[in-house]
């Protein structure tokens, strides 16, 4: 979290629209966000190096057997 | 009142009537009525001066912005006049944001539609984020993301699945880190999201690519908050997985039906 950090607060009873610093439980929220959403991008990497690992192997043995995948 | 004239088949006095202003005047008011859309300041407004509507009657409110019809359908209903599109907000992010909070989101109506088109400051291997959003703060969430990518000709599909999570996946962002002018667009539906009887949840579409030239991902996928939370959705935070949002990006919240 960086000190330029800030949400876009649309209320939209009245319209409008107001640039802030996020309060100190937003600030937590972001954090748990982003902390849930890098260990996805983590296991969907590894997830696709396996799979492509896995598919290199059986190309070795089967040629043009990627092409199925 | 002997003769009617006109497409709104006015009554007319004939020259023998006796001269009677006020009959006049509210005949001329009651044909009127058919004809003018009342604005009114507030709901209370219009519940004073209109406070048993009949079948398509019409009405402006200012404090709001929106028209209004009522339908004799369904027990009768007021419905937001026109059609049964309604924009809410839209955030137009002027420069780097976190996350979009939208408040007090009406719910006079029946569906919710999000459309959403992003880059984000995010630097992932993949060159794109997905786009998240909360409707509570509670780890209820859990979701199914089917994911379709491709790099050139090579296409391949992966599942991704969380549950008992804060944030939930509604789409995706492409990455502003790279040197092409990628974006992600996602659209997402929040059935029956003012209901206060069964769990909410929404179901997804999303792209981002490059502009085409190598990279496109295509994604989707349904949520759904656990039975406990029941509460009718009137906040709703949108923001990327792991960055902010880059000036440009759009996100626009609509009603749909009544």
Sequence with gaps: ????????HVDCAS???????????EAEQI?????QFAKLHGERASKAEAKAALLARLETDYPGVSELF | MS????????PIP????????TTMVQAIATQLDSFVIPKYASSAAQAAANPAPADGDKWYRTDLSQGFQFRNVNGGVTVPDGDSWSYINEAVITTTTTQVIFTSIPQTFRHLRLYVAAKDNSVTA???????CNWDVVSNY?????????????????????????????????GSHTTDPGVGVSTVDFPYYSGTTLAHGLTFQGMTSDTGSTQVYVAGGSVLSEAASTAAITTLTVAPGTGSFVAGSIVSLYGIGA
Excluded: H
């Design chain 1, 1 to 8: 979290m960086t000190m330029q950090e800030q949400v876009l």
């Design chain 1, 31 to 35: 954090a748990a966000r982003r902390a």
């Design chain 2, 3 to 10: 003769t009617t004239y006109g497409k709104a088949s006015w």
């Design chain 2, 14 to 21: 004939s020259l023998t009537d006796a001269p009677n202003a």
């Design chain 2, 142 to 174: 859990g979701y199914n993301f089917m994911e379709l990518s491709s790099v050139g000709a090579t296409g391949t599909v992966t599942v991704s699945y969380q549950n008992a999570v804060a944030n939930c996946i509604c789409g995706v962002v492409w």
């Design chain 2, 126 to 132: 993949a060159n794109w984020d997905f786009l998240t």
């Design chain 1, 15 to 25: 319209g409008e629209q107001t640039y802030r610093a996020p309060t100190d439980a």
